[in-house]
């Protein structure tokens, strides 16, 4: 059974920090790559970052390239989402998910994803 949970979200203040985690089961993570996306109110889901299985290859959206590392620990099943110097226009659901591909792909690919994490960056 394919899995993924997010954990690590919460209320930040602008300029704060968060690190979530992604969880995953029921595959063997070294084997492919993890996207991470966000759905703001009101707003289309966005990705945010993605990593190759290998790690050879992260992407980041511009609106979060300097502050977000993706990074995974495959010994840990796990692919965390690094984010500093947060803004309010990041306050989001942050979703992690994989198409089971090696490679990063479009959300379309996305064949399983968890559930959400809720990210609030507010004063």
């Known amino acids: 059974q394919v899995q993924l949970v997010e954990s690590g979200g919460g209320l930040v203040q602008p300029g704060g920090s968060l690190r979530l985690s992604c969880a995953v089961s029921?595959?063997?993570?070294?084997?492919?790559?993890i996207t991470w996306f966000r759905q703001a109110p009101g707003k289309e889901r966005e990705g945010v970052s993605c990593?190759?299985?290998?790690?050879?290859?992260?992407y980041y959206t511009d609106s979060v390239k300097g502050r977000f590392t993706i990074s995974r620990d495959n010994a840990k099943n796990t692919v965390y989402l690094q984010m500093n110097s947060l803004r309010p226009e990041d306050t989001a659901v942050y979703y992690c998910?994989?198409?089971?591909?090696?490679?990063?792909?479009?959300?379309?690919?996305?064949?399983?994803w968890g559930k959400g994490t809720l990210v609030t960056v507010s004063s």
């Open positions: 990593m190759s299985a290998s790690g050879g290859s992260t």
């Open positions: 998910a994989t198409g089971l591909k090696n490679y990063c792909s479009t959300p379309g690919a996305m064949a399983y």
């Open positions: 029921g595959f063997t993570l070294n084997y492919y790559a």
